[in-house]
Nanobody
Framework: QVQLVESGGGLVQAGGSLRLSCAAS????????MGWFRQAPGKEREFVAR??????????ADSVKGRFTISRNIAKSTVMLYLQMNNLKPEDAAVYYC????????????????WGQGTQVTVSS
């Protein structure tokens, strides 16, 4: 059974930090590119960051570059994906989703095959 389970969201003041985690299991997710996306109320889901299948390439949306860091840890049957978020701004508030892309190479929402249920991030000003 494929599972992507996010955790780590919450309420934080502007300028603060959060670390999101995603536990991915049920497939050989070490062979997948993985990414973080977010969706604010009334807005479309948007790309935040991704890590290539090899783990050697990282990509970020311009809006989070220099503040967010994506990383991955591969265990036996579970891949852990992380998003370290620093210097959070009110505009970062959204539901954050992790996702997996078997084909690699894209920041498009439609390219990602598996999705988690999301974790809420709220940033107070």
């Amino acid at each position: 059974q494929v599972q992507l389970v996010e955790s780590g969201g919450g309420l934080v003041q502007a300028g603060g930090s959060l670390r999101l985690s995603c536990a991915a299991s049920g497939r050989t997710f070490s062979n997948y590119a993985m990414g973080w996306f977010r969706q604010a109320p009334g807005k479309e889901r948007e790309f935040v960051a991704r890590i290539s299948r090899s783990g050697g390439s990282l990509y970020y949306a311009d809006s989070v570059k220099g503040r967010f860091t994506i990383s991955r840890n591969i265990a036996k049957s579970t891949v852990m994906l992380y998003l370290q978020m620093n210097n959070l701004k009110p505009e970062d508030a959204a539901v954050y989703y992790c996702a997996a892309d078997r084909l690699d190479g894209s920041s498009a929402v439609t390219a990602y095959e598996y999705w988690g249920q999301g974790t809420q991030v709220t940033v107070s000003s």
